[in-house]
């Protein structure tokens, strides 16, 4: 047990290295100051750094009308992007960042991988949304170095506990093997092997221990070839739940990738995300939450959300009607540059929209743009968020850990178990949720 929490705080020690909090296992962990330098915009869009040697913020002065229906840019902020799987090629974009610029390095990180950026929320100004990780990766059966750290650090994220939110794993190259202290074991992600089956949607409740290990096989131009890579990219987001649920049952469950027209008659299947072709394909609309122009998600989530995916292609633009009750917006962008108002935004920033106004207009400009737009209204109860774990105070953080350690969710395994040892592990070892 020891040995399996051990190789699961690894990569968290690497997502924290720039907030010196204290590790623990999963995808990302705990919560942390801003990893950014401060940018200030003046209302004339002349920009002024102050580098704080930390990452990137940028914050506009002006303050948009009240009366305003224009959802607006309020802040912008770049987050640190740590090398991982394989390490040397993050410290190779790394590198590429300084002397080609960050949006060189962009676009090789992009066809490469070996990078991941946690964006760490300030989760009492972002509700519902505590956090959100992109991870691109890349694992090559040629990669010797890859065989040296697979003896230490596993090539995914081996079982670890949550209570009290929900994570959504959108999984954009590559996949992703579940299994949990439930004895469900899934698979899904974005090839065809996966079977339109790309997001998944584990509500942690009243707690869960699971493993999500990189579903490694070749890349489809690669198969059939003595040297071959795998490329795995995805989105990993925290939300927030209300109280009233944070002690609910937990469950794992998929969706499947599910076009529709627009306007739709027709009603969107459960367990699927729509998906919106407009403007002859120009924009493509992944609707993983929410609404979009009258097509919603059938997900059931108590926390009131928006999760959206927008592909754009180039000199595209894209509108969306934001409910009232979302205060709350974000914008990251993955690949492209867009502009919102007479601000650009490039590759891999953050943007945090103004809280009043229910329209929103997007462009792409150079090339082709993929970006993920969240919005959720705020829950206004007290946060606690320690690790894995997302409660409302801090004792009942102290009481999912207890409750961990008594093996209430169950107890951890080894990633290196087979299947059938796994199932008899959890038969031998059951969660009481």
């Known amino acids: 047990m020891a040995m399996t929490m051990r190789y699961a705080a690894l990569l968290s020690v690497l997502l924290l290295a720039a907030s010196g909090s204290a590790p623990c296992s999963g995808f990302s962990a705990g919560r942390s100051r801003t990893i950014s330098r401060s940018i200030s915009i003046t209302h004339s869009s002349r920009i002024s750094v102050e580098d704080n040697n930390i990452g990137e913020t ?27 799987w394989p390490v040397w090629q993050g410290v190779f974009l790394f590198f590429a960042s300084r002397i080609f610029g960050e949006e060189v390095a ?120 003595l040297l071959w890579s795998s490329s795995q990219e995805l989105y990993q987001l925290w939300i927030n739940m209300p109280s009233d649920y944070k002690m609910s049952k937990p469950n794992a469950e998929l969706l499947e990738a599910y076009p529709v027209a627009s ?18 394909d120009a924009t493509t609309t992944t609707v993983v ?3 979009y122009k009258g097509i919603r998600a059938p997900i059931d ?25 979302h205060e709350t917006a974000i914008i990251y962008v993955r690949n492209g540059s867009i502009q919102i108002g007479t601000q650009r935004i490039p590759p891999h920033y953050t943007v945090y929209l103004t809280s009043q106004g229910e329209e929103l207009s997007i462009q792409s400009l150079e090339g082709e743009s993929d970006i993920l ?30 409750d961990y350690q008594l093996g209430k969710m169950g107890m951890p395994w080894s990633e290196k178990l087979t299947d059938e040892e796994w199932q008899q592990h959890v038969k031998k070892n059951p969660s009481l949720y």
């Not at 948009?64 to 740590?82: D, G, H």
């Not at 650090?153 to 202290?181: N, Q």
């Not at 959300?305 to 934001?322: A, E, F, G």
């Not at 705020?378 to 102290?398: C, D, Y």
């Open 373 to 402: 737009f969240l919005s959720g209204e705020p829950l206004k109860e007290p946060i606690a968020s320690q690790g894995s774990m997302v409660m409302n105070t801090q004792s009942e953080i102290q009481q999912a850990y207890l």
């Open 263 to 280: 306007p739709s008659s027709s009603p969107i299947p459960d367990n699927t995300t729509p998906i919106v072709m407009e403007n002859n």
């Open 301 to 325: 989530c108590p926390t009131n959300v928006s999760i959206i995916r927008v592909q754009l292609s180039k000199d595209s633009s894209w509108t969306h009607n934001i409910p009232s009750s």
């Open 58 to 84: 940028t914050q506009s002065t002006a303050s948009p009308s009240r009366a305003s229906t224009q959802r607006s840019v309020a802040r912008i902020e770049k987050f640190a992007r740590l090398p991982v």
């Open 106 to 225: 962009a676009q090789w990180e992009n066809r490469l991988g070996g990078r991941v950026c946690p964006n760490f929320f300030q989760a009492e100004a972002t509700s519902p949304f505590v956090l959100l990780v992109h991870h691109r990766h890349s694992f090559s059966n040629w990669d010797a170095v890859r065989y040296i750290q697979q003896t230490f650090f596993p090539e995914g994220f081996p079982a670890h506990p949550h209570r009290g939110f929900i994570t959504v794993t959108y999984c954009l190259k590559g996949g992703m093997i579940h299994r949990d202290s439930l004895g469900i074991k899934q698979s899904y992600g974005a090839e065809k092997r996966h079977d339109l089956k790309h997001v998944q949607w584990l509500t942690a409740g009243a707690g869960i221990q699971h493993e999500e290990m990189w579903d490694i096989e070749p890349d489809e131009q690669d198969e059939g070839k």
């Open 289 to 291: 939450a929410g609404d």
